[in-house]
C-alpha cells in the first residue's frame, strides 16, 4: 500500500502546484497516466480468478470514468482554492465548502453502486476488497491534498505577522 500511496501522492502534489492554470487536457493527461499505473496495482491487488477476472473489468472501467469525473472537479476545486486563497469572502467559502461536500457525498454514492454491482459478479468479499481499496486510495489523496494546501486564513495570518 506505500507504492498507492507514494504514487497518489505524486500525483496531487503535480496536480497542485506544477500547473499555475489547470487546464482539461492537462487533468486528462494526469489521469490517463496515473489511471495506467493504478490499473496494474487494482489487477495485483484484487488477485481475481479467471471467472471474476472476465467480469470485473468492465464495472472497473465504468466506475473509474464515474470517478475521474469527481477527480476532475477536485482538481478544478483545489485550483479555485489556490487562485482565492489571498481574497476569500464568505460566499467564496461557502461555494468550496459546499462543493467539497458534494464530491464527497457522489464519491461515496458511487462507492456504494459499485460495490452493488461487483457483489454479484465477483462476489461480496471481493467487491469489499474494492471498496476498501478505493476507500484508501481516496483517504490518501485527501490527506495528500490537506498537507499541501494551506489552511483557511493561514497565510492571512502569517502575512500580518511579519
Known amino acids: ?10 500525483f496531487m502534489f503535480l496536480s497542485v502546484f506544477a500547473m499555475a492554470q489547470i487546464q482539461d487536457g492537462d487533468i486528462k493527461m494526469l489521469q490517463q ?9 487494482v489487477k495485483d491487488y484484487m488477485d481475481l480468478t479467471p ?8 464495472d472497473y472501467n465504468a466506475y473509474e470514468t464515474a470517478r475521474l469525473e469527481l477527480g476532475k472537479r477536485r482538481i478544478m476545486l483545489i485550483d479555485k482554492y489556490a487562485k482565492d486563497l ?9 461555494e468550496m465548502v459546499n ?12 462507492q456504494k453502486t459499485y460495490f452493488k454491482k461487483m457483489s454479484k459478479k465477483i462476489g ?5 476488497q474494492f471498496y476498501q ?4 486510495i481516496n483517504n490518501a489523496i485527501n490527506i495528500s491534498i490537506q498537507e499541501s ?6 497565510l492571512q495570518k502569517y502575512r500580518n505577522q511579519k
Do not use: C, H, R
Open 1 to 10: 500500500m506505500k507504492k498507492i500511496t507514494l504514487m497518489f501522492s505524486a
Open 33 to 41: 497516466y496515473y489511471g495506467t499505473e493504478k490499473m496494474a496495482i
Open 51 to 58: 471467472a471474476q477476472d472476465s467480469v470485473f473489468w468492465d
Open 86 to 94: 489571498m481574497s476569500l469572502t464568505a460566499d467564496n467559502a461557502t
Open 99 to 110: 462543493e467539497a461536500n458534494a464530491i464527497d457525498v457522489e464519491f461515496k454514492k458511487l
Open 124 to 128: 461480496v468479499v471481493k467487491a469489499a
Open 133 to 136: 481499496f478505493e476507500a484508501y
Open 149 to 154: 494546501i494551506p489552511f483557511v486564513g493561514e
